[in-house]
């Protein structure tokens, strides 16, 4: 067989073609097979408003080559495919697009509205589908869902339907967050908190005329807040019950300034003494705690906001003001009445909007709620169990803090786009809490209660998550799909959507399947830029993947990303990594073409090739010493590759691959047997570890590996249209063959190689042109070890560049010579008439004073403290380790100056 490869790849050419291929053959497919152990996956479904991004790559990377892997093992394997309604984020690109018509979506009315929604989505809905498969993504397509599917949608009003009757969701007044931007309910994790510099005030409540208190106390009580415009709808003051301070003023009346109501002095345990004056206004539907406060004390609860932040007509004068333009004219005229103490810098925590980031208004609102406790319990037990798993393991210990406590969950919103609640309300009935509230799969013809048809449905759409948490068995359209496919295997997901979506789904699961979702759950880190910033458009250090694929190619994204993400760490990412991918795909076609070329006519039939096994052609006492290190190298490499893709250790895997492929097979092995490359032993091991590497390096670069091995089957035509049954991709992995594998060929290898490496690197340190052969004497008491050396005497003068090579037992220094010691064995290299002593000197002195510098450059960074509390720690690791090897290579050098001398 003689197959000649083009001189370079092109990524471009090949990666369209071949997923045109795999497409077209419907090789991404998975249907139910009784005589198949089914893996499945199910994508963390992107939003319609997505547009590919660097999370986006290595999450469906690494969802990819589980499923390659999965596939290539025999396994059923199913990628489901989809996509999220995003019910915020859609309604405000949807918003801003007829904004620039002039309009607002009340303008065109709910229904209008929304018939522009769907037609956004149709037209830019499937974008990210699109880039997902440049990636290489080998999803099931044919399944794709989207949340809003008529089916899904169903499913979705039969889970708030079955826990409406179970009484785990009910309706009621209560403080939520509230964006008044996008002018809807947001649940606590839709709400995080932002470290902000704000200010604490200090404002003074006078006491009601005519009360008196004896002695010297103020006729004032001042309390500090950091939300002053909140003052105006204050039904207390509260003080803590121990606070000997404010003992005389518990009950009494003081005048609410500004709105001059009258307010009582209320004690209790809630209250904080240590924080600003022990005294703090209560304002019960505008802050959670004081919600609970004003329930506890049955006060006045007075909203004092419109929807949009700005101040109602129980705010009086300040009517109509935004809530931040009205605290500077708040603070103003209490300044101005005498009732503004003092201002005082205060570092706060506010929440705020995950979506257009507005700072949200704790706001008293009615709302659907669903009750988690009891759907967390079974869930926590799941994991405690095992029957769970999270990768790396530090995140169960997150989930469960989590989970142990929860709080009722917001399932309400005041938007237009999503799943409308399943509930209807009877005009007729007086009574809307009890008879006019219908909960009801389709909507009914009259009211249950009076037999009314006069019937309207609720205005709020649910929560996006609520239809986000029922994907992994909502997404299958039929009982025998569910059936085989369910519960899925692994879950890939970041870590912020571990509360959003990881822990509602197993609640779900076992709430409505009886069963968890999934057996385990991958949580991967955060790409952030070279420096350890979050990348931002605002931030401008983006890296478009679509440009990295356009300029280097979808494989060698994939693979850079892969080999440089740690389990569960964050990603620091420049441009230049992707380099690496880029010139290990090189490497793989250049050593693919070269073993092709120099392949024998006949050494196999076409289409049996892959097939071939090398038992076939020889027994492993046939072959020698470098066959057999290759051969137990690769097998070797099989093992712990297959341990940890198991393990969810990518980086691991992808590494060893790149370390085996470069450096042992093509470094080594293929330098070795290249003046002997005819030997048919040769030809059918080189041969043999190609393909097989092939199949292993499918998952993580599945375009160039189609390539080569189509190649080959096409005995080197490039193929046109490909051949389904012998894509790669359904090739068999590789089979751990545990009789190859020798330790001890290994070893014996490996020291050849080290003195190898060592003669390399003397000639690197001193500058010796390859070209110019050396002497070399190699020392080692061992005779077994020597026994090797003279065996392997021909392969080291030949890639050592050696004139001579002699070997003894006992070492003695010889002049004009540098050493190298591996264990026990010395490896001396005579220099005399090769190198000018003394001008070497004055070099090796000039490379001295060199990294002495460098390495006092790097000690003052490492010292600096600034540095050390900014920098990522993977970067103060990265330097700390750059010192390490300057000082390697400076004791080096001196000790090579050493033996010159």
Known sequence: MHVELPSQYNPKETENKWYKFWQEHNLFSAKPNPTKKPFCIVIPPPNVTGILHMGHALNNTIQDILIRYHRMKGEESLWMPGTDHAGIATQNVVEKAIAKEGLKRQDLGREKFLERVWQWQKEYGSTIIHQLQKLGASCDWQRTRFTMDEDYSRSVIEAFVRLYEKGLIYQGNYIINWC????????????????????????????????????????????????????????????????????????QTLILPLINREIKVIADAMVDMKFGTGAVKVTPAHDPNDYTLGKKHHLEFVNIMYADARLNENAGEYKDMDRFAARDIILKDLKEKGLLEKIEPHQLSAGHCYRCHTIIEPYLSKQWFVKMSPLSKPALEVVRKGKIKFYPKRWTKVYLNWMENIQDWCISRQIWWGHR???YYCKNCPNLQQAGIIVSRIKPDKCPSCGSTDIYQDEDVLDTWFSSWLWPFATFKNGEDLKYFYPTSSLVTAPEIIFFWVARMIMAGLEFMQDIPFKDVYIHGTVRDIEGKKMSKSLGNIIDPLEIIHEYGADALRFSLISITAQGQDVFLSKERFQQGRNFANKIWNASRFILMNLTQGLSPQGTVPAIDLCVFFKKEDLDIVNRWILSRFYTVLKETN????????????????????????????????????????????????????????????????????????????PGGGVPGNSIMIQPWPHVQEQMIDKKKEDKLNLIFEIIASIRNIRQE???????????????????????????????????????????????HVKSSVSGVIKDVHVTCLLSGI?????????????????????????????????????????????????????????????IKNELQ
């Open 643 to 718: 341990k940890n893709l198991e393990a969810y250790k990518f980086n691991e895997a992808a590494n060893t691959l790149y370390g085996f492929f470069w450096h042992e097979f093509c470094d080594w092995y293929l330098e070795m047997i290249k003046s002997d490359i005819k030997n048919q032993r040769n030809q059918v091991v080189m041969y043999k570890v190609l393909e097989k590497f092939l199949r292993l390096i499918h998952p993580f670069m599945p375009y160039i590996s189609e390539e080569i091995w189509q190649r080959i089957y096409n005995q080197g035509q490039s």
């Open 180 to 251: 008044p931007r996008c002018q809807t309910a947001l649940s606590d994790e839709e709400a995080p908190h932002k470290e902000i510099q704000g200010n604490l005030y200090y404002l003074r409540y006078p006491l009601k005329q005519g009360q008196s208190l004896s002695g010297t106390v103020p006729a004032y009580i001042v309390v500090a807040t950091t939300r002053p415009e909140t003052m105006l709808g204050d039904t207390a003051v509260a003080v803590n019950p121990k606070d000997k301070r404010y003992k005389k003023y518990i009950g």
């Open 421 to 423: 609640l399943p509930v």
């Open 835 to 895: 190198i000018d002593l003394e001008r070497e000197k004055a070099k090796l002195d000039a490379r001295i004073r060199e990294l002495a510098a460098q390495i006092s450059a790097k000690k003052k960074t490492l010292s600096n403290k600034a540095f050390l509390k900014k920098a990522p720690e993977e970067i103060v690791e990265k330097e700390s380790d750059g010192l390490k090897e300057l000082n390697g290579i400076l004791k080096r050098i001196k000790e």
């Open 766 to 812: 001193l500058e010796i042109p390859l070209q110019k052969e050396i002497g070399v004497i190699i020392a080692s008491p061992n005779q077994e070890n020597r026994k090797l050396i003279e065996e392997m005497s021909g392969q080291i003068k030949k890639i050592a560049k050696l004139s001579n090579l002699n070997i003894n037992a006992k070492y003695s």
